[in-house]
């Protein structure tokens, strides 16, 4: 996903992005006994190439620790939509202001082994910009070209060694950062969304 230096170029990529999105039915998981988490994807314009913002967690965390994910977390009554709190986390853990967020649609909800299901936005955010870390739950932030995660070489299958465990899975490569589990699930989506890949397999249900 290479850009002509255009600013005509540059909004039709998006629009193309945010239509694949709106279109789509979003699959919902409706469930009493499962905790309920919302992640943003922020996505953004750098020397032409646009990127996905991530993050790398602490370990000081309590889940996850160690782990590239998306900022995010568990849902508030005070959120009122799962949208809030997918913006109130990110603005907890990278400074990234809810107002900055260009909010261009939603992916299908994604159940972890952990009891969540996270539902996933996709926010256009400005760059560059002044990212404060929440030092506790952020080690640091990770940029990746979409265009890397767009080659099928960059998602494959082998085996992970984790807390001293060796796991096969799935996972997306990008030098040595390695990008699995719920993540992983999430990011997929994405990059067949924005490939026109996927097709619409769900109900939209409102939460």
Same mark, same amino acid.
């Given at each position: 996903?290479s850009?002509?230096?255009? &600013?005509a170029s ?20 409706? &469930? ?16 032409? #190439?646009y990127h ?6 602490? *370990? ?6 160690g #782990? ?6 568990? =849902?508030?009554?005070? &959120? ?11 603005? *907890?853990?990278?400074?990234?202001? #809810? ?6 649609? *939603?992916? &299908? ?6 009891? =969540? ?6 926010? %256009? ?15 640091? %932030? ?14 494959? +299958?082998?085996t ?11 996972? =997306? !490569? =990008?030098?040595? +950062? ?10 997929? #989506? ?8 996927? !097709? ?6 409102e939460?």
């Amino acid at each position: 996903m290479s850009l002509p230096a255009s &600013d005509a170029s540059i909004k039709n990529v998006i629009e193309k992005l945010r239509e694949a999105l709106t279109k789509r039915e979003v699959l919902h998981v409706s &469930d009493s006994k499962m905790k309920v988490a919302a992640v943003l994807v922020p996505i953004f314009l750098n020397a032409g #190439q646009y990127h996905l913002l991530f993050i790398q967690r602490t *370990e000081r965390v309590k889940d996850h620790k160690g #782990q590239i994910a998306f900022p995010g977390g568990t =849902y508030k009554n005070a &959120d009122g939509l799962l949208l809030n709190t997918a913006l109130r986390e990110a603005e *907890e853990e990278i400074g990234l202001a #809810q107002s900055d967020v260009e909010v261009l649609g *939603e992916l &299908d909800d994604t159940i972890v082994p952990t009891n =969540y299901v996270i539902s996933p936005f996709v926010g %256009l955010i400005p760059y560059p910009y002044d990212f404060k870390l929440d030092k506790w739950e952020v080690e640091k %932030l990770i940029e990746i070209p979409l265009e890397a995660l767009l080659n099928k070489n960059c998602y494959i +299958k082998g085996t992970i060694t984790w807390r001293g465990h060796e796991m096969d899975r799935m996972f =997306y !490569k =990008y030098g040595n +950062k390695v990008i699995w589990g719920a993540t992983c699930e999430i990011l997929k #989506q994405f990059v067949e969304i924005s490939t026109g890949e996927q !097709k619409n397999k769900g109900t939209r249900n409102e939460k």
